[in-house]
């Protein structure tokens, strides 16, 4: 079975600073994918970033990017110059990726999550 | 991009009524939806999986005649909390997932359920 582990409950970082957060899963699949959610206070998810396994080249989305390092089944996310707007809880979560008509419904696995607080 | 909507945002009930959460893919048809329940700062708990047409697919340890679910057509499914009482106070979630969009749920903002 896949696990996502995020060890790293709580961060903080300065406004305009970088901070890395962390995230571990456990898998036999070779092909799958990863994602960063976002859920702000207002508790609605937001998709950050993916990353899909078969690709070596590392997501990157405007300030979000990911350092995905497959034998190691690390994806860690970099958030570079941190705004208020990102004080949030941010997920990992993971994805086998099987056949459209596989009749697999695709779960995502999540991780528990790592609260970021934004300071001014 | 994909919108999911999810009615009513929050809800009152007494202890032993029903309550019924209905989610909705405004801008695509979902041929899946998924339920979650999330505690206070923990994770997301993946309830059920349902197709539009069929049965709902129930994760181990979740009640299936206490949280009905129906996915009666490509843009609307519903969660039924039966006989609802406290220890059900939480807030659910709704994913969909179109047929273009098979990597990637689309997440609705979430139900706020309250047991009195």
């Known amino acids: 079975a896949q696990t996502v582990t995020q060890s790293q409950p709580e961060m903080s970082v300065q406004e305009a600073e970088t901070v890395t957060l962390s995230c571990t899963y456990d898998?036999?699949?070779?092909?799958?994918?990863l994602f960063w959610y976002k859920q702000p206070p207002s508790r609605q998810m937001i998709l950050v970033i993916r990353q899909e396994a078969y690709k070596q080249q590392n997501a990157t989305e405007n300030r979000f990017s990911v350092n995905f390092q497959k034998a190691a089944k690390s994806f860690s996310l970099k958030i570079s110059d941190s705004q208020l707007g990102d004080t949030a809880m941010y997920f990992c979560a993971f994805m086998k990726h099987e056949a459209l008509n596989a009749g697999n419904n695709r779960k995502l696995i999540w991780g528990l999550g790592t609260s970021l607080a934004v300071n001014p | 991009g994909a919108v999911v909507s999810q009615h009513p945002s929050w809800v009152i009930c007494k202890s032993g009524t029903s309550v019924k959460i209905e989610c909705r893919s405004l801008d695509f048809q979902a041929t899946t939806m998924f339920w979650y329940r999330q505690f206070p700062k923990q994770s997301l708990m993946l309830m059920a999986t349902s197709n539009e047409g069929s049965k709902a697919t129930y994760e181990q340890g979740v009640e299936k005649d206490k949280f009905l679910i129906n996915h009666a057509s490509l843009t609307l499914s519903t969660l039924t909390v039966t006989s609802a009482h406290p220890e059900d106070s939480s807030f659910y979630i709704c994913s969909a997932r179109g047929v273009s969009g098979v990597n990637e749920q689309f997440f609705g903002p979430g139900t706020r359920l309250t047991v009195l």
């Open positions: 898998t036999s699949e070779n092909n799958y994918y």
